[in-house]
């Protein structure tokens, strides 16, 4: 049904206006929409002309100007309650100080909330690609030195054709609690079926380098000793890695191909 697979597109479309910039607008949602519908082999002309799928979609922009005035709104009544305490303190009333104290943190909380979802990938839960932008790169660059891991799923596209997108899903929900699970990492998904792996070190020697890869290796072994079911059928979801170290200043694209290099190797290696 093509309503079911609209309905996917339009979550996974407003997931990532979301993520992108805060100043998402629905022109660049239906931009996303777009690109969406080619990924997943949708008809965009069918989608938009079929009256019960124009309804998901519309449903789904709401969604997301709900979601930019919530950010907006937030950012307002932040600066309202700062004007507020500064003024409190110039009259030296310690019951408005007060209340406007609290008002300020009620705010960092629902701020923090907010920055909280713009960095957080709503299907796994790790790190989203905005997060990485903003928060570990500068101008595309590494604010600190460490090593970088790619995971990616083998054969991942056979385990949504045969089970279908919710088993897929699944699958990369339990990958990154497995990923999170290792501690002491910071996991972004960075695609549809990899995720990246960051072990922030100002010590770049291969003993590090070693203590990453041992605990993929360590969870590579895992899941190859235990397979996943459906339906009553069984399959892995095994994943080939790359590990390189990154220093402060280096350029994302140019760890991200060393990383990609030996992550292939290991994949060849693999088979």
């Given at each position: 049904?093509?309503?079911?697979?609209?309905?996917?597109?339009?979550?996974?479309?407003?997931?990532?206006?979301?993520?992108?910039?805060?100043?998402?607008?629905?022109?660049?949602?239906?931009?996303?929409?777009?690109?969406?519908?080619?990924?997943?082999?949708?008809?965009?002309?069918?989608?938009?002309?079929?009256?019960?799928?124009?309804?998901?979609?519309?449903?789904?922009?709401?969604?997301?100007?709900?979601?930019?005035?919530?950010?907006?709104?937030?950012?307002?009544?932040?600066?309202?309650?700062?004007?507020?305490?500064?003024?409190?303190?110039?009259?030296?009333?310690?019951?408005?100080?007060?209340?406007?104290?609290?008002?300020?943190?009620?705010?960092?909380?629902?701020?923090?909330?907010?920055?909280?979802?713009?960095?957080?990938?709503?299907?796994?839960?790790?790190?989203?690609?905005?997060?990485?932008?903003?928060?570990?790169?500068?101008?595309?660059?590494?604010?600190?030195?460490?090593?970088?891991?790619?995971?990616?799923?083998?054969?991942?596209?056979?385990?949504?054709?045969?089970?279908?997108?919710?088993?897929?899903?699944?699958?990369?929900?339990?990958?990154?609690?497995k990923l999170l699970y290792l501690g002491k990492l910071e996991i972004i998904r960075?695609?549809?079926d990899e995720f990246i792996v960051l072990l922030k070190s100002e010590i770049l020697?291969?003993?590090?380098?070693?203590?990453?890869?041992d605990k993929l290796v360590k969870l590579l072994g895992e899941l190859k000793g235990?397979?996943?079911?459906?339906?009553?059928?069984?399959?892995?979801?095994?994943?080939?890695?790359?590990?390189?170290?990154?220093?402060?200043?280096?350029?994302?694209?140019?760890?991200?191909?060393?990383?990609?290099?030996?992550?292939?190797?290991?994949?060849?290696?693999?088979?």
């Amino acid at each position: 049904m093509i309503e079911k697979k609209v309905e996917r597109i339009a979550d996974i479309s407003l997931k990532t206006a979301i993520k992108s910039e805060i100043t998402t607008t629905p022109k660049i949602y239906t931009k996303i929409f777009e690109e969406v519908c080619k990924t997943e082999g949708v008809d965009i002309e069918e989608a938009c002309n079929n009256a019960l799928t124009q309804k998901i979609i519309d449903k789904s922009i709401i969604k997301l100007d709900s979601f930019i005035k919530d950010v907006r709104d937030g950012i307002i009544q932040f600066q309202d309650s700062t004007k507020k305490a500064e003024k409190a303190i110039i009259n030296q009333d310690l019951s408005a100080l007060k209340s406007s104290q609290e008002e300020v943190k009620k705010l960092q909380e629902k701020l923090k909330k907010l920055e909280q979802e713009l960095y957080t990938d709503s299907l796994t839960g790790v790190y989203n690609r905005k997060w990485l932008d903003e928060k570990v790169l500068n101008n595309s660059k590494f604010i600190d030195s460490g090593f970088m891991a790619i995971v990616d799923l083998d054969k991942f596209k056979d385990i949504n054709d045969n089970f279908g997108h919710a088993v897929g899903d699944k699958v990369l929900q339990i990958i990154a609690s497995k990923l999170l699970y290792l501690g002491k990492l910071e996991i972004i998904r960075y695609g549809g079926d990899e995720f990246i792996v960051l072990l922030k070190s100002e010590i770049l020697t291969k003993y590090i380098e070693k203590i990453l890869t041992d605990k993929l290796v360590k969870l590579l072994g895992e899941l190859k000793g235990k397979a996943f079911s459906h339906q009553h059928k069984n399959f892995h979801a095994l994943f080939s890695f790359g590990v390189s170290k990154f220093e402060k200043g280096d350029k994302f694209e140019y760890i991200l191909e060393r990383v990609d290099e030996a992550m292939y190797k290991n994949k060849k290696e693999e088979k």
